[in-house]
Every structure is written in C-alpha cells, then in structure tokens.
C-alpha cells in the first residue's frame, strides 16, 4: 500500500459511501462478469450500525453545539492476502458498509486498482456529479433575482 496516494484512497472511500448498495453492486457485477473474481474476505468488524454526534459552531467559528445524532454503520474486512478494507455509510445499509469495505480493500491492489477504478469507481463518481447537476439544475428554476436601485432620490 506504500505506493496508494492517500488523497486517491479518500475519494473512492467518499464515492463508495455516498453510493448505494444497489448501484455499487451493479457496477461490481458487470465489472466481474469480464475479470477475475474479487479475493475472498472475512469481517473483521461488523457491519454494525450506532449512532454519532453531529457538532455544529453558530456563525462557522463559534463555539461548538451538539446539533444531532446520525446513524452510521462501518464494516472493516480482511483480504486473503492480508488486505484491510474499512468503511463508514451514513444510514442502516449494512449491505453497502460491506461491499464498500470489500471494494477498499481490493482497491488498495496496484494490480486490481485500475481496472475497478475505471469499472466501478469512475462510473459512480460520474454518476453521483449528474445527481449533483440535476438537483442545482431543479433548484437553479426556481431562483428568484430582485433587482434593487442603488440610489432612489
């Protein structure tokens, strides 16, 4: 893992918690239909679900509140190589806790890394951006602009 950019690791663990189980394991699937299969895995830890504590700060810099409480559920997996994958989802989906930590792990492999990177990783982040641009779009439609007169004599 020596060789795993650790900025490049953050994003696809992003991309795979923000996506669903169901479109990770399409993407997965039609990924393995032409590869080699994924290395079988153990749990390590979970997938449990609890609950953290959102802070807040008024004004961005304020003192900070306790504002609410979330569910998260992890999952933490070992390759049969020795390979550690983790994950944190927001929500009860223990299935996408999994199949994230299962797809960490394996990503960690220079090997496996740009083949699943191309197949998996890159269509959920294009994906999650055409969500992204649908919402501002929706939202852009219903933006009122009020012009104002800097001077009224």
Same mark, same amino acid.
Request: hydrophobic share 45%.
């Given at each position: 893992?020596?060789?795993?950019? =650790? ?17 990770? #394991?399409?993407?997965?699937?039609? =990924? ?12 390590? #830890? ?26 998260? &559920? ?11 994958? =983790? ?23 220079? &090997? #496996? ?34 012009? &104002?007169?800097? &001077?009224?004599?």
């Amino acid at each position: 893992m020596s060789d795993l950019p =650790h900025e490049e690791r953050r994003r696809w663990m992003g991309i795979l918690a923000r996506a669903s189980a169901a479109a990770i #394991r399409a993407r997965l699937d039609a =990924h393995l239909a032409d590869a080699p299969p994924l290395p079988a895995h153990t749990r390590l #830890r979970g997938p449990e679900t609890g609950l953290v504590m959102l802070r807040g700060r008024a004004g961005g810099d304020g003192a900070p509140f306790n504002l609410s409480e979330m569910t998260v &559920t992890r999952c933490a997996v070992r390759l049969d190589d020795g390979t550690i994958g =983790h994950a944190y989802v927001a929500g009860r989906d223990s299935q996408q806790a999994e199949l994230a930590a299962l797809l960490d792990a394996a990503l960690q492999d220079a &090997t #496996r890394r740009p083949a699943l990177l191309e197949a998996v990783i890159a269509p959920l982040a294009a994906d999650e951006a055409e969500s992204r641009a649908a919402a501002a779009r929706k939202a852009a439609a219903t933006r009122v602009q009020f012009f &104002t007169m800097a &001077t009224m004599r």
